[in-house]
């Protein structure tokens, strides 16, 4: 499945620009592509070629999972695999606001909070 749709979601939020995103355990590279910015990754699926900066450290989480606990205080959209919601997002009060194939969009509390009734879904 694509991730563009997901992309399109997240673009039509009024804080698409400035909330932060991430692609936990998922290889969806065309994330960055369809965004024009650089997004948070799971170390195991970027493609990690020579040693990383501190700047593409800090970009990478160590492991899957961890995505919903570091970015669950902050406005942040996240692209799972939807097997992960349940035991990794729901119990965080993360909710799934748009999914394609097995690829979920997922948005935490304090992004839903901010605008109530805002989020816009890609139709």
């Avoid at 970015?71 to 799934?96: M, V």
Wanted: net charge neutral; with cysteine.
């Amino acid at each position: 499945a694509s991730v563009r749709s997901l992309v399109q979601t997240i673009q039509k939020q009024p804080d698409a620009d400035t909330a932060a995103v991430f692609a936990d355990r998922v290889r969806a590279h065309g994330v960055e592509f369809y965004l024009r910015k650089i997004i948070h990754i799971t170390e195991r699926d970027a493609d990690i070629v020579l040693p990383m900066n501190a700047e593409q450290q800090a970009r990478a989480v160590q492991s899957g999972g961890k995505c919903a606990e570091l970015f669950r205080s902050r406005p942040a959209y996240g692209i799972i695999r939807s097997g992960n919601f349940e035991r990794d997002y729901a119990p965080l009060g993360w909710t799934i606001l748009d999914q394609s194939g097995d690829f979920v969009l997922v948005g935490n509390a304090e992004l839903l909070a901010r605008e109530p009734g805002v989020f816009k879904r890609n139709e």
